[in-house]
């Protein structure tokens, strides 16, 4: 902070806030879900992302603590480039303004309801917990640790953070609660959440349960929001196996080959047993 800011307290205050936005935004607890084998780990394009969440939270906290927008265009223009991102962690000074803009415009928009501290640190606390609980193999205790963190989760979508209702579902599969999870990723949907790995998600629930058409319908999604594969890799397989479990093979077959054909090994084994 003294390297960059050199005693700009709102600076500071922003790369704390942006900071603290990555537990809000539930990238923290990721950890433990990685652990727990219940996500996979992100792609160069999901940490940009989430790189972003948390400047977009960061400039909102700055707005609504009345500090100025430029001492957080200070920072990122210190820390970042106007060059192509594709191949890095962290997006282009460009992007990262745009998204500290928008939160700290959010905060005018939203000016009727005050900060809540309480929220920002039950999320370090809650992220770190877990983390350290699983680590020490209380896995017991961690699920006690993860019904809070479905908790703050929940105070965090109450807040507009949508991107909440995805962490609690997937804190809740980790728990072994479809149900639950099923409602809360209809909730980031239909919020307009668009993020694939949500709609990979609830197809699967759907699939176990035996709805094929909505399963399809997900998997669908998924290659339109992420077509090149960014966040979820491959995801003809599924699609073919919705395809055959509604009768259409021929359907399946083809489903499959582009499968093969992009690196599925299972896909190639379901060729030989069921396509001629």
């Keep these: 902070m003294n390297t960059l800011n050199y005693g700009n307290n709102w600076g500071n205050l922003f790369i704390l806030a942006h900071e603290v936005g990555h537990h809000i935004n539930g990238h923290s607890l990721d950890l433990v879900l990685y652990a727990a084998d219940a996500v996979e780990s992100v792609s160069l394009a999901q940490s940009r992302q989430q790189e972003l969440e948390a400047d977009e939270f960061a400039g909102f906290v700055l707005a609504r603590l009345g500090g100025p927008i430029s001492s957080a265009n ?12 594709s191949y890095n962690t962290h997006p282009s000074r460009d992007k990262r303004l745009k998204a500290t803009a928008k939160g700290y415009n959010n905060a005018s928009i ?3 309801s005050k900060p809540n501290e309480l929220i920002i640190f039950e999320g370090v606390l809650t992220s770190k917990e877990a ?6 193999g209380e896995k017991s205790e961690l699920e006690g640790n993860l019904y809070d963190a479905i908790s703050f989760y929940s105070k965090s979508a109450k807040l507009n953070y949508i991107f909440s209702f995805f962490k609690m579902a997937m804190v809740k599969l980790s728990l072994g609660d479809e149900n639950g999870a099923l409602n809360d990723l209809n909730l980031y949907i239909n919020n307009g959440g668009k993020y694939p790995w949500a709609f990979n998600e609830r ?6 349960k035996g709805l ?3 399963a399809l319908n ?3 999604s998924v290659l339109y929001y992420d077509p090149n594969g960014e966040f979820v890799s491959n995801p003809y397989y599924s699609i073919g196996h919705c395809r055959a479990s509604l009768g259409d093979m021929d359907g399946a077959c083809k489903e499959w080959k582009i499968a093969s054909e992009k690196g599925n090994k299972f896909a190639a084994n379901d060729i030989l047993k069921y396509c001629h």
């Design 131 to 136: 983390i350290d609980i699983y680590q020490n």
């Design 110 to 112: 939203n000016n009727n």
């Design 203 to 208: 197809a699967r629930i759907y699939y176990n």
């Design 212 to 214: 094929y058409i909505e």
């Design 218 to 220: 997900d998997y669908k």
């Design 74 to 85: 200070e920072v990122i223009s210190k820390i970042s480039k106007d060059s192509d991102d």
